[in-house]
């Protein structure tokens, strides 16, 4: 976790001109004395971060260094098409992992674009549910998308409108829609591939 701040601490200066301790510590959910611990920590490991005093100062990186550390790790190429999608990443237990993708990406992009990012960042927002209704967020969520991720297959006693079984799927995809999830998954011993409401999900067993 440590490490990662420092990492996220280095994206966010490298797409900033310059950010109080303020600033970071309430993008990263940290106090503002951990992120003042994490810039002394970097500058000991040899990380040009100045620190400018006044009404406009904060912490900035020297003119022209960069960092190369931007690999994505496991969580955050799963966030990366959710980046434009905060409360879904949230949803699915991505929230962290989507802002450090999204980052990532901006600092490895030369100064104009990250300019322009932050742009259409500040400018644009994507909300998938409809005006006067609340987001259906089913209990079991994460653990589907773990089963999805990595292809396993789900045992779950499911509520139909005709009645509530236990049911075994091979889980294919997630889909979003005005706000409620949904599964692809191909029931044990069928071909056919059927979309499933997962709020109806009342119990879940991972398989293998």
Do not use: N
Request: net charge positive; proline share 5%.
């Amino acid at each position: 976790m440590k490490a990662s701040r420092l990492l996220s601490i280095l994206m966010l200066l490298q797409s900033h001109p310059r950010m109080t301790a303020a600033a970071l510590a309430q993008a990263l959910e940290v106090s503002p004395r951990t992120i003042l611990r994490d810039i002394d920590q970097l500058s000991a490991a040899g990380v040009p971060v100045w620190a400018e005093r006044g009404r406009e100062g904060g912490f900035c990186l020297r003119p022209g260094w960069s960092t190369q550390l931007t690999g994505m790790t496991e969580p955050e190429a799963h966030a990366l098409l959710l980046a434009g999608l905060p409360a879904a990443a949230a949803e699915l237990g991505l929230g962290g992992a989507a802002l450090s993708a999204r980052l990532k990406l901006v600092g490895s992009l030369p100064a104009p674009l990250r300019e322009q990012a932050a742009r259409v960042a500040e400018r644009l927002h994507i909300d998938p549910v409809d005006w006067y209704r609340a987001a259906d967020t089913p209990t079991q969520l994460r653990e589907v998308a773990e089963a999805v991720w990595h292809s396993r297959r789900v045992r779950v006693r499911y509520a139909s409108w005709r009645r509530t079984t236990w049911r075994e799927w091979e889980p294919l995809g997630l889909v979003l829609k005005a706000g409620a999830w949904y599964l692809a998954a191909r029931e044990a011993g069928e071909t056919a591939v059927r979309t499933y409401r997962l709020a109806s999900v009342q119990a879940l067993a991972l398989g293998r």
